[in-house]
């Protein structure tokens, strides 16, 4: 069984510059209960299909299959719940590690967050100066709950 182990930070835009332009995301949902997601994405000219379970501490389990581009379209266009999350990727190594940066577009415009992918929940990392607050145990964050109360409405702090 494939699973997946992931840090997120909020990313400080004083501190952090694109170094390209990134990869463009769309995705989906077919489910985003609680109990597992099941998501349809569009990586720039790449698709894939990926179901997660529900959250143990910062493990779930995670399947991703490469899918057709057309079909994944048609998925996000006719199937999926709406509205889609739009993003762009950006990758950066630290310190030997990789690291995944999204950049949110519309309803989430504004949010930056950062993520890291670890073999174990207690594998020490260094974190970047701009990955400024951890925000892994925060539900809100989830690209699935992103699409049911986006970055937008939330009460600014």
């Given at each position: 069984m494939g699973k997946e182990i992931e840090r997120k930070f909020l990313v400080d835009l004083a501190a952090w510059k694109p170094a390209g332009t990134g990869t463009h995301y769309k995705?989906?949902?077919?489910?985003?209960?609680?109990?597992?997601?099941?998501?349809?994405?569009?990586?720039g000219d790449r698709a894939k299909l990926t179901i997660k379970?529900?959250?143990?501490?910062?493990?779930?389990?995670?399947?991703?299959?490469?899918?057709?581009?057309?079909?994944?379209?048609?998925?996000?266009?006719?199937l999926c719940e709406q509205p889609l999350i739009d993003k762009h990727r950006h990758v950066e190594v630290h310190s030997g590690k990789t690291w995944e940066i999204d950049v949110f577009h519309g309803?989430?415009?504004?949010?930056?967050v950062a993520e890291i992918?670890?073999?174990t929940e207690d594998e020490a990392f260094a974190r970047p100066a701009w990955a400024v607050k951890e925000v892994s145990g925060d539900a809100r964050y989830f690209n699935s709950n992103l699409l049911k109360s986006p970055f937008k409405t939330w009460a600014k702090a």
């Open positions: 995705q989906g949902y077919l489910s985003s209960v609680k109990e597992r997601v099941v998501r349809v994405r569009i990586e379970g529900a959250n143990v501490g910062l493990t779930r389990a995670e399947f991703e299959y490469d899918i057709p581009l057309d079909d994944a379209a048609a998925l996000l266009d006719h309803d989430n415009q504004g949010l930056v992918e670890l073999a």
